[in-house]
Each structure stands twice: as C-alpha cells, then as structure tokens.
C-alpha cells in the first residue's frame, strides 16, 4: 500500500523554537507539498517541489522553509515558530499526472 | 486567480439515503481538473472522485457520482446509500493543468447517522 509518511502526529514547541516536520513518500513521485490545514480556511499550499533541490512558495510561504535533498524526502522547517503557525500541516506527493494523492495523515502543532 | 466555494459547512444525512454536497469555483482557465477529497477523523485525506474538464461525462465512483456544469462552474458531488464511514469532511479543489498545485474550499462536514 503506497503511502506518505508524516513523522509525528502531535508536536507541541515553544515560541522562537526551529522546528522541522519530516515527511516520506515511498512512490518515487517527483512532486511533493506542505499544506497548511486550519478551520474556516480549508488547506492553504505553502511550499511544493518538483524535483530534488527544487523549490517554490505557493500561497502562504511566509515563515517557512523546505529542504529536498532526497527524492523521497520534503522537510518543513519553521525557522522560529510563533504562535500563528499553530495548525494542522499535511504533505503530499504526486507524479505528473494531474493528481495529488496520497496524503499524509498531517501533524498537529501547537506553538506555545 | 483561482477560487473555490463551498457554501455548506455542515450537512447531516440518514443512513441510506443520498446528500448533494455543492462545489462552486471560479477560473479563467479552460482546461482543469476537478477533485472531492475525504477527510475522516483519521485525518487522511483521501481522493474520492476527480474530473477532467474537458470530459463533458461526469465522473463516477461507486456510490459517489458528480454533476459537473462547466457553464455554471458548479461541481457538486452526490453520495448515494450514505454509509457511517462516510462521515467525514469533504473538500472539492481545483487544479489548472500542468500546476499539481490544489486550490481548495473551506470544506463540508458530513454527519451520517443511523
């Protein structure tokens, strides 16, 4: 069963802690993403990438960053996470073919 | 840019019976897909339908079918013989060919109770 892979389920950090939250996909897709999910708003894209080393800012990129060093591997990183950016994140994977799937099964944060 | 809309955030339904959950969105683009995502308590969000929009034949899976008005840019998704392992939030996305970039609703909860 082909799946993406989110490290942690909950995660509770303090202000002005760097954080990052890992994710895995065992499909050898070339795309990956980070979604923020939060109440009211739906899923927000915050980065994406298309090829190993390879990055863009979707809507909401302010605050954060990835890295892709491996094709399986897209890392969050909240270099100095503020209590805004408690929320639901979600990753994903997806090969060029018009379909974003599977998900991860998100990570809870909650900055404190 | 694109937007999509979801009017409801929350429906209920029986067991059995059939809901219509509304999709609305809005683009300048002429070929697009178009996606119902599930997401149950587990938080796995996963594809339940998808839609081409050059396809004018609305697409179909089991129980779960869409009514597609490309006019109207309407997609609404239709789930008949409800189930309890159908409650969930469901989300409808848009994505402009050649982006794999998802635009997303705010969501609908859906209750199916016994």
């Known amino acids: 069963d082909v799946k993406v892979t989110q490290s942690s389920r909950y995660l509770v950090k303090r202000t002005g802690e760097k954080v990052f939250l890992e994710c895995v996909q065992d499909?050898?897709?070339?795309?990956m993403f980070w979604y923020r999910q939060d109440p009211g708003l739906g899923l927000r894209l915050i980065y994406f990438?298309?090829?190993?080393?390879?990055?863009e800012k979707g809507d909401i990129p302010e605050g954060y960053s990835v890295s892709r060093e491996k094709k399986e591997r897209f890392s969050l990183i909240l270099e100095s996470a503020s209590t805004n950016q408690t929320s639901m994140y979600l990753c994903?994977?997806?090969?060029?073919?018009?379909?974003?799937?599977?998900f991860g099964s998100g990570t809870r944060l909650t900055v404190v | 840019a694109q937007t999509v809309t979801q009017s409801q955030p929350e429906m209920s339904v029986q067991e059995a019976e059939t809901v219509t959950l509304s999709c609305t969105y809005d683009?300048?683009?002429?070929?697009?897909?178009l996606f119902w995502y599930k997401q149950p308590p587990s938080r796995q969000m996963i594809l339940v339908i998808r839609?081409?929009?050059?396809?004018?034949q609305n697409a179909t899976e089991n129980r779960f079918s869409v009514n597609f008005q490309k006019a109207a840019k309407s997609f609404s998704l239709k789930i008949s013989d409800s189930q309890l392992g159908d409650t969930a939030m469901y989300f409808c996305?848009?994505?402009?060919?050649?982006?794999?970039?998802?635009?997303f609703g705010t969501g609908t909860r859906l209750q199916v109770f016994p």
């Open positions: 994903a994977s997806s090969s060029p073919a018009g379909t974003v799937s599977p």
């Open positions: 499909m050898d897709h070339e795309n």
């Open positions: 990438s298309y090829d190993v080393k390879m990055k």
């Open positions: 683009t300048s683009e002429n070929n697009y897909y």
């Open positions: 839609q081409e929009a050059y396809k004018q």
């Open positions: 996305a848009f994505m402009a060919y050649n982006t794999d970039k998802l635009i």
